[in-house]
């Protein structure tokens, strides 16, 4: 019951709803169906007392939380956690937006084969996935090889932070797409024309008229690949080896190698606390922005 | 102002040709409806001339330039969108601040604009509103008005009022029609609806199968239509099949399977020729079986009423005139024949009118 890959999302967000909080509600759906149970247990473990014999006694105490905040070395790893959510995230966004842009503007045909192919790193098991990404990435992957048989020098892919953003971003960035073109297709082509013949170019238009209208989108599927990232597990233990640390691989190691239950599950429990913080203020500042534009 | 010149313009798309060698002018300040059927080409003509579209062949010159390679930001054409196209994120003053906003007007000039033209069209005050929150009567003249404070070089209205209820459908016909006087604007109007473009436009071209089938004023195309299918599709009309025998003075004399009839006539139709005969039901009278043959300037023929339907207004009656023809005929509500009355039917030879009879 570790804070493992969460595939079980739906991969259709609702685009079409009105009022853009509804449109978290498949992500907060995840977070509540699948983590509330185990996380009420978890909750209970963590107010539990250590014990190096049994899994914990059960002695209330609130000492693992403040040993947690107290610690810097928790914190450093939250925000690792953070900036690798972000940083997939604003990645997965970048690259998915003229993704989705194009898929929600193709015709009917092409789409369903667009569809196919975005979704297509969600066909292929974790596993699997991310050894292949091995095989591409490591020291002796294909990419250093190519770069090393053109002279140049190798570059490290694997074994730190860029490896991980590159193995995340490519699991998650079909649910930005996805998230996205399903509100750009919401949005009548003409409006953009209207624009134009408004006397906005072609870029204007899009600025002005379609992205704000396709932004419920976009937040839904920012907030869906963030909760997707930081809780997973994978990914970054198996791409990132020994050199990159997040809370999920703290929070199994605190339990399967220091027997730790009532410190791990706290681990868990704080974390999740500051995911579900991050995204309020997130939602809060987007809903924002989302009226003014 | 403008004028707008269409010459040559098709559009194709793979096998479909949507416009076929369209040409055609709108006059500076005036109203021109395109009037068709719905698919003759009408949506794809107006988006060539706003640009989204790019013809197959043939060229678009407003005023003094060729605009056909123009990009539709650079056309300066005001689009009124069948389903308006507001911009549902915009209030109504946002809506209808965007053009001036592109032009780069300074704040307080789009602000005075703004509020100006939204007084005009009525919406004073629901400027605050977003495009949801409006009826479709308002939506649609947000639309106008977002389509006007830009002073466009010309005016492309796409069935405007397909949307609207039928009251106020005829409202806002005048209403447009009122605008457009006003503002002098040289404006295309898209329509499949002839009652709308004969009472709106200066002049009507009628489309059919992205061929323009007549071009003119609309008393002309609605009493002189030069195809059969154009009179068969402004107002309601009784065609009869028949054959030019001769003249009598002014008037063709054709031989139909009703009988013999006197006609005015296209002046390309010739002694011999197939033609087809035009009689409007508002233009037919019942009366009492009486003389049989006709007077001078008047047809008669003789009938028997088989159908009769209440139209307030109007009585609607289908009379059996022989040789297997039914013509349709319009009395006024104190109509008295009755089915299967033997009834005399007469019309004018003016209102009378055969045109050509030619397939395609
Ligand atoms: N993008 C397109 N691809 C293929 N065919 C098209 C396209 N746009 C229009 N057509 C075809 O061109 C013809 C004319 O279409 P158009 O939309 O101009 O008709 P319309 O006169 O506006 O009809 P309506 O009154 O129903 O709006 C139709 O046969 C239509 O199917
Ligand atoms: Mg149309």
């Not at chain 2, 407003?62 to 539709?72: C, N, V």
């Not at chain 2, 466009?152 to 457009?180: C, G, T």
């Not at chain 2, 005015?264 to 011999?272: F, H, I, N, S, Y």
């Not at chain 2, 035009?278 to 049989?292: A, C, K, M």
């Amino acid at each position: 019951m570790s804070v493992a890959e969460a595939t079980v999302a739906p991969a259709r967000p609702a685009g079409r709803v009105s009022g853009r909080h509804l449109l978290i509600l498949p992500a907060l759906a995840v977070l509540v169906v699948f983590f509330v149970a185990p996380y009420l247990n978890l909750l209970l473990i963590s107010v539990m007392t250590p014990s190096p014999r049994a899994a914990y006694l059960r002695v209330l105490t609130l000492d693992n939380y403040a040993r947690l905040v107290r610690d810097p070395f928790t914190w450093s790893v939250v925000w690792h956690t953070m900036w690798l959510g972000m940083a997939t995230t604003a990645l997965s966004l970048v690259l998915a937006y003229p993704l989705a842009y194009h898929l929600a503007r193709s015709p009917r045909g092409a789409r369903g084969a667009l569809m196919v192919l975005v979704i297509s790193p969600l066909l292929v098991g974790v596993l699997i996935r991310t050894y292949g990404w091995m095989i591409l990435l490591q020291d002796t992957g294909l990419i250093n090889q190519l770069l090393r048989a053109l002279g140049l020098r190798t570059v490290p892919l694997m074994y730190n932070n860029l490896g991980v953003l590159i193995g995340l971003t490519h699991v998650f960035i079909p649910f930005m797409v996805l998230s996205i073109a399903g509100t750009i297709q919401g949005v009548d082509p003409e409006l953009e024309l209207a624009a134009r013949s408004l006397g906005a170019g072609a870029w204007r238009a899009f600025w002005r008229v379609t992205f704000p209208l396709s932004l419920p989108g976009v937040i839904a599927g920012t907030v869906l690949v963030f909760v997707l990232t930081v809780s997973s597990y994978v990914i970054p233990s198996l791409l990132g080896g020994f050199t990159v640390l997040t809370i999920p691989i703290l929070v199994v190691r605190t339990i399967t190698e220091l027997f730790n239950w009532p410190g791990g599950s706290a681990l868990a429990i704080l974390f999740f606390a500051i995911t579900l913080g991050a995204l309020w203020v997130y939602l809060r500042l987007a809903g924002r922005t989302g009226r003014t534009t | 102002m403008a004028s707008l010149r269409l010459q040559g313009l098709t559009k194709r798309f793979g096998d479909v040709v949507a416009v076929h060698e369209l040409t055609l002018e709108v006059p500076s300040g005036e109203l021109v409806a395109l009037l068709g059927p719905s698919g003759c080409g009408k949506t794809t003509t107006l988006r060539m001339v706003a640009g989204f579209d790019v013809p197959t062949r043939g060229r678009i010159v407003l005023g003094d330039r060729d605009i056909t390679a123009d990009p539709p930001e650079r056309r300066d054409c005001g689009m009124v969108f069948q389903h308006y196209a507001l911009f549902p994120h915009l209030t109504v003053e946002q809506n209808v601040a965007f053009g001036l906003e592109m032009r780069g007007l300074r704040r307080p000039d789009v602000e005075r604009r703004v509020g100006e033209i939204l007084e005009r069209v009525g919406l004073g005050g629901l400027g605050r509103r977003y495009p949801r929150q409006l009826s479709g009567g308002q939506q649609q003249r947000t639309a106008l008005a977002r389509a006007l404070v830009i002073s466009p070089r010309v005016l492309l209205l796409d069935e405007p009022l397909a949307n609207l209820d039928a009251k106020l459908r005829e409202e806002m016909r005048f209403y447009i029609r009122s605008l457009q006087r006003e503002f002098h604007i040289t404006t295309l109007y898209v329509t499949h609806d002839q009652a709308e473009a004969l009472v709106l436009a200066d002049r009507v071209a009628v489309l059919m199968n992205g061929r323009l089938q007549q071009v003119g004023a609309p008393e002309e195309i609605y009493h002189r239509p030069r195809t059969p299918a154009v009179a068969a599709f402004i107002g309601l009309t009784n065609l009869l099949p028949g054959r030019v025998t001769g003249r009598s003075g002014e008037r063709l004399v054709l031989e139909t399977p009703a009988g013999t009839v006197r006609a005015a006539g296209a002046p390309d139709l010739r002694e011999g020729m197939e033609a087809m005969l035009s009689v409007r039901p508002e233009h037919i009278e019942l009366d009492r079986p009486g003389e049989p043959a006709s007077r001078d300037g008047v047809n008669r023929l003789r009938g028997v009423v088989q159908e009769r339907t209440f139209l307030g207004s109007l009585i609607d009656f289908r009379v059996d005139v022989g040789g297997g023809v039914l013509l349709r005929v319009q009395g006024r509500g104190g109509a008295p024949q009755r089915v299967g009355e033997q009834v005399s039917v007469s019309f004018d030879t003016t209102a009378a009118w055969a045109l050509p009879r030619r397939e395609g």
